[in-house]
Antibody, heavy 121, light 106 residues
Framework: EAQLVQSGGGLVRPGESLRLSCSAS????????MSWVRQAPGKGLEWVSS????????FYADSVKGRFTISRDNSKIALFLQMNSLTADDTAVYFC??????????????WGQGALVVVSS | DIQMTQSPSSLSASVGDIITISCRAS??????LNWYQQKQGNPPKLLIY???TLQSGVPSRFSGSASGTDFTLTINSLQPEDFATYYC?????????FGVGTKVEI
């Protein structure tokens, strides 16, 4: 069965950087779009970024555009999120998620366990 | 961005109840509507995609329906393990957007 295992996360000061990783197994990683979704403490879900199968195209929420970079290494079966210029508003649990498509609809069918990022001085 | 208006934000129910959760899209999204269940400290779990298709392994007491821009998640015969927060999500247009969530409590 598909599995996504995340690493990274932690406490950083405003303006600092952090890199999240997501390791995949149990499916053909290079055949799926992948995404990051975050959840601020006690809040709802917010899509952050997506990347196509071969990393040709990337997409970002306006709230992170220009500061975050999504990437992937299909040979290492891994997804990354480089986060720069972090602010308190970026404090959240970050989930990696697999994007699938069926019946004309896109959905997130597998999720990582989440990584907590706290931005505080 | 497409806004998803989800209601109620919370509801109290009992084991065996039938409950419904609604989501309304700010514009037409065809059937590009998904429902997720999230329990405290865990990632979301896909329940239904394409408005009414049950994800593999999800109990049949969960169902979804659509009428125009209005979407409904129904849980028949609520079970103890169903107490959680539920989110709708549209994927018709980027960015995908989520409803605010509905917390189902005892």
């Amino acid at each position: 069965e598909a599995q996504l295992v995340q690493s990274g996360g932690g406490l950083v000061r405003p303006g600092e950087s952090l890199r999240l990783s997501c390791s995949a197994s149990g499916f053909n990683f290079g055949s799926y779009k992948m995404s990051w979704v975050r959840q601020a403490p006690g809040k709802g879900l917010e899509w952050v970024s997506s990347i196509t199968e071969s990393a040709v195209s990337t997409f970002y929420a306006d709230s992170v555009k220009g500061r975050f970079t999504i990437s992937r290494d299909n040979s290492k079966i891994a997804l990354f999120l480089q986060m720069n210029s972090l602010t308190a508003d970026d404090t959240a649990v970050y989930f990696c998620a697999r994007r699938s498509y069926s019946r004309g609809c896109i959905f997130f069918d597998y999720w990582g366990q989440g990584a907590l990022v706290v931005v505080s001085s | 961005d497409i806004q998803m208006t989800q209601s109620p934000s919370s509801l109290s129910a009992s084991v065996g109840d039938i409950i419904t959760i609604s989501c309304r899209a700010s514009r037409s999204i065809s059937d590009s509507l998904n429902w997720y269940q999230q329990k405290q400290g865990n990632p979301p779990k896909l329940l239904i995609y394409a408005a009414s298709t049950l994800q593999s392994g999800v109990p049949s007491r969960f169902s979804g329906s659509a009428s125009g821009t209005d979407f409904t998640l129904t849980i028949n015969s609520l079970q103890p393990e169903d107490f959680a927060t539920y989110y709708c999500e549209q994927t018709f247009r980027t960015p995908p957007t989520f409803g605010v969530g509905t917390k189902v409590e005892i």
